[in-house]
């Protein structure tokens, strides 16, 4: 069974640093896409950092210059680095692969917390 399964949140001060993981298991194909996403309660989900296989990267601006994407390709894991955090970045943080065949599959999500 394929499964993404997302780790590393928690709470944190402002201006403090995380690294989020997301890892997969299961046989995944033909990935096209790994994505970061988060959402508050009452909001959309929004994306937060995509890389593409090949690796171009692109970030929202909230994340410029404060977040960095990667991406391990050989065990299709993803992680996301976020420094100099601010309350609100707070949010569950979620790992999307997207695949040139079959359907996007989304993780359960990590809760991010900062607060002093």
């Known amino acids: 069974q394929v499964q993404v399964v997302e780790s590393g949140g928690g709470l944190v001060q402002p201006g403090g640093s995380l690294r989020l993981s997301c890892a997969t298991s299961?046989?995944?194909?033909?990935?096209?896409?790994m994505a970061w996403y988060r959402q508050t309660p009452g909001n959309e989900r929004e994306l937060v950092a995509s890389?593409?296989?090949?690796?171009?990267?692109s970030y929202t601006d909230s994340a410029k210059g404060r977040f960095t994407i990667s991406r391990d390709t050989a065990k299709n894991t993803m992680f996301l680095q976020m420094t100099s955090l601010k309350p609100e970045d707070t949010a569950v943080y979620y790992c999307?692969?997207?695949?040139?065949?079959?359907?996007?599959?989304w993780g359960q999500g990590t809760q991010v917390t900062v607060s002093s």
């Open positions: 999307k692969v997207v695949r040139l065949l079959g359907p996007d599959i």
């Open positions: 890389i593409s296989t090949g690796g171009p990267v």
């Open positions: 299961g046989i995944i194909d033909n990935i096209i896409i």
